[in-house]
């Protein structure tokens, strides 16, 4: 059973740049999660892909968007990066509904400088 | 708005002591909540949870509690040991709500225990 694995692992952008952030499902989970960790904080919640379609959506701008693929795999795109975009982003599975039972993979560090 | 407040950033302990990490929420629909650990470096790790219908949940050396009156919870590790040093995440859910599966997480305590 392989655990949920985010690409890249580190990442350094520009302001105004845009970037794509990957992430590959634990199998046998249908629901991807994204999560933005700033520094000392705790993960804050963007948003949630079942079926291919957002389901359900934190306090985020629209800049940020994202995708789901038929094999549950995820994107997080960000467009018009700013400065305070700079965190780590935590892509986390689960099955349908469910909000225990979620496995978290190691995230991808994005820089913008 | 903090609706999830871990007010300790850090904690130390003496190995074969018991860990006490609190959690605090202010909204009254959260009705599961859970713990997570953090390693540098790792995604964060499902470590118990807790149904609001229940006040304690115990998994081997892990127990949750939850006082619902006070809108506080705590984690307990007894006996702790060097390698549960790592950030702890409270985090709540609404499983009623429109957005089921978010979880929304307080801001880590540091745990270190020291041999």
């Known amino acids: 059973e392989t655990g949920v694995t985010q690409s890249p692992t580190h990442l350094i952008k520009t302001r105004g740049q845009q970037v794509t952030l990957r992430c590959s499902s634990q199998?046998?989970?249908?629901?991807v999660s994204w999560y933005q960790q700033a520094l000392g904080q705790g993960p804050q919640f963007i948003f949630q892909?079942?079926?291919?379609?957002?389901?359900g959506r934190g306090n985020f701008p629209p800049r940020f968007s994202g995708l789901q693929f038929p094999n549950y795999s995820s994107e997080l795109n960000v467009n018009a990066l700013e400065l305070d975009d700079s965190a780590l982003y935590l892509c986390?599975?689960?099955?349908?509904?469910?909000?225990?039972?979620?496995?978290f993979g190691s995230g991808t560090r994005l820089t913008v400088v | 708005d903090q609706q999830v407040k871990q007010n300790s950033p850090s904690l130390s302990v003496q190995e074969g002591r018991i860990s006490i990490l609190n959690c605090d929420y202010t909204?009254?629909?959260?009705?599961?909540f859970l713990w997570y650990k953090k390693y540098p470096a790792e995604g964060p790790t499902f470590l118990i949870s807790?149904?609001?219908?229940?006040d304690k949940n115990e998994d081997g050396r892990f127990t949750v509690f939850l006082n619902k009156s006070a809108k506080h919870l705590s984690l307990h590790i007894v006996p702790s040991q060097p390698g549960d040093s790592a950030v702890y995440f409270c985090?709540?859910?609404?499983?009623?709500?429109?957005?089921?599966?978010?979880?929304?997480f307080g801001q880590g305590t540091i745990l270190t225990v020291h041999p």
């Open positions: 986390a599975s689960s099955l349908q509904g469910s909000s225990y039972g979620y496995t």
């Open positions: 199998s046998g989970h249908n629901t």
């Open positions: 892909y079942y079926r291919e379609e957002e389901n």
């Open positions: 909204n009254s629909m959260f009705d599961y």
């Open positions: 807790i149904s609001s219908i229940k």
């Open positions: 985090a709540a859910s609404d499983r009623g709500g429109t957005s089921y599966g978010k979880l929304t």
